[in-house]
């Protein structure tokens, strides 16, 4: 996909894994649709817009896991193809997928730091839904806990249209379509590097406030990042974790 800065989106994937309760570090792994499976969670390196890219790269790997916390990294260096993302660098959870009405919680924590220079890049969670759990996305809800450098979410006015506070932070939501897809997306009014909170806050106010149906069924939830442009880049998540009940 292009996208600009006020046109972005992303690719989620759904993954079943085995779960464990230690890991033995592997080296970081740099291809295109590479991923690492570390017990409910999957890993990937998804270089999804490369192609709008002149030059550089990215690496991602898994640093360990701690019971449900996961710790993982990814580095990368992009440059040209101004205005459209290069990658998301994300991990997918191992989820029911079920009507949001049949979902209570899906709590979840992370932390993160960033480090790099002149770097474009959002660090957002990523959620699909559709009528059924196979069916191609029809919303998409995003929470972005931190934005750098500019980047801006898919809307189509470029301004908000409500301001909340949910998980104990003010969100700036903006609406916009990608294709058929009605994307939602939440943009905390500053970094939160520490995030703890009930992602079903976020899907519950859209349900009560603009329309979305208690009936979609959540598809995925991913969580990462994804760059436009910079060099040197190192987003490192010391504790992530997500469960659902």
């Given at each position: 996909m292009k996208l600009t800065l006020f046109t972005l989106a992303s690719t989620a994937a759904l993954a079943l894994a085995v779960p464990t309760a230690t890991i033995q570090k592997r080296a970081d792994y740099c291809g295109q649709w590479d991923s690492q499976v570390t017990g409910t969670y999957t890993v990937y390196n998804n270089l999804w817009g490369q192609g709008d890219a002149t030059s550089g790269s990215q690496c991602t790997g898994v640093d360990g896991l701690s019971g449900s916390t996961l710790k993982w990294h990814t580095k990368w260096s992009w440059a040209g193809g101004p205005g459209h993302v290069k990658s998301y660098a994300n991990v997918v959870t191992k989820i029911s997928q079920k009507a949001l009405s049949s979902i209570k919680t899906l709590p979840s924590t992370w932390t993160w730091s960033y480090s790099?220079?002149?770097?474009?890049?959002?660090?957002?969670?990523?959620?699909?839904?559709s009528s059924s759990a196979s069916g191609s996305a029809e919303y998409e809800i995003m929470i972005w806990v931190g934005s750098l450098g500019g980047a801006g979410p898919?809307?189509?006015?470029?301004?908000?249209?409500?301001?909340?506070?949910?998980?104990?932070?003010?969100w700036k939501l903006y609406n916009g379509k990608n294709g058929q897809m009605n994307v939602f997306s939440f943009v905390a009014s500053s970094n939160v590097k520490s995030f703890k909170g009930d992602l079903?806050?976020?899907?519950?106010?859209?349900?009560?406030?603009?329309?979305?149906?208690?009936?979609?069924?959540?598809?995925?939830?991913?969580?990462?990042t994804e760059p436009f442009s910079g060099s040197n880049a190192v987003l490192t998540t010391s504790a992530y974790s997500l469960t659902q009940t």
């Open positions: 790099g220079s002149n770097m474009i890049a959002n660090v957002a969670y990523d959620l699909f839904t898919i809307s189509a006015t470029g301004s908000p249209i409500a301001t909340v506070t949910l998980a104990g932070t003010s079903m806050v976020f899907a519950n106010y859209l349900i009560s406030k603009q329309g979305m149906p208690k009936s979609q069924i959540l598809q995925s939830v991913g969580a990462g």
